[in-house]
């Protein structure tokens, strides 16, 4: 069992060396900016990495507080399954409630999952960067295609 303190540097580490293979990895090594995550030019909408004791999850997250909102750019993603997941041989998983567990916030998710795969054993890290690299990518790119569209669908909407 780790303390709290260990956990805290396991996680530093963790994202350390998640950096670090995505600096030498070919797809990724001459971008500027590797990652859209929160800079996705739509309010409330953003890209996450999550790993855990049991899994590891690439996801969009829709986290608008107002519900109506929130919603409204769900099901404005759902018309666009088919290109959301474009690359993604089993799908994705649709969340349309979920509560997040570090801030109890209510939000919509959209996410591919790697099961079996633990935080705590680093020799799985690669694999987990994998899954990241390889995952986000298709993630971003097909959200890409429909970006505006979801932009313009928000703006009539007020």
């Known amino acids: 069992m ?6 805290k540097q396991l996680n530093i580490n963790f ?5 670090q293979f995505c600096d030498v990895h070919p797809e990724l090594r001459h971008k500027k ?8 030019k ?56 979920h509560e997040r567990e570090d801030s109890k916030k209510q939000i919509c998710r959209i996410y591919t999952v ?10 799985q890290w690669p694999e987990i960067f994998s899954f990241y690299i390889e995952n986000m990518a298709k993630l971003e790119d097909n959200f890409l295609m429909i970006r505006d569209l979801l932009i313009e669908e928000l703006k009539s909407q007020n």
Do not use: C, P
Request: charged share 35%.
């Open 2 to 7: 780790y303390s709290k303190e260990e956990l």
């Open 15 to 19: 994202w350390t060396k998640f950096g």
């Open 33 to 40: 900016r590797k990652w859209m995550l929160h800079r996705t």
């Open 42 to 97: 739509v309010k409330d909408v953003a890209f996450r990495f999550e790993a855990g004791r049991k899994n590891a999850k690439v996801i969009l997250e829709l986290g608008s507080r107002n519900e109506n909102q929130r919603f409204k750019a769900y099901e404005f993603l759902e018309r666009y399954k088919v290109i959301m997941e474009e690359g993604f041989e089993n799908g994705l998983t649709w969340e349309f409630f």
């Open 114 to 123: 790697l099961d079996g795969v633990d935080l705590h054993r680093q020799n």
